[in-house]
């Protein structure tokens, strides 16, 4: 196979599949009146599908801020491997 390359090529399809059907659908579902703050902290780089997932929550709620912070993912397993004693 292409490996890397169809990876590439499903994530991309994946995203778009999710982008028409938050255009599809979203206008109706839009929540305005909601706000407030999103304070999220992934371990590692957020993936496609994360990032997804958080622009359909901005579409969905525009008035609510989100942030995510995440580390490296060298810096996880670097953390992860200390002994917690």
Not at 35 to 45: A, D, I, N, W
């Amino acid at each position: 196979g292409g490996g890397s390359a169809d990876a590439a090529a499903a994530c991309s399809a994946t995203a778009e599949s999710s982008a028409e059907l938050v255009e599809g659908y979203a206008d109706e579902y839009v929540v305005p009146e909601v706000s407030g703050f999103v304070r999220m902290y992934t371990t590692h780089t957020p993936s496609l599908t994360c990032l997804a997932a958080m622009v359909q929550l901005r579409r969905l709620l525009p008035n609510v801020t989100i942030e995510v912070a995440f580390d490296r993912w060298s810096e996880t397993r670097r953390w992860l491997s200390k002994d917690p004693s």
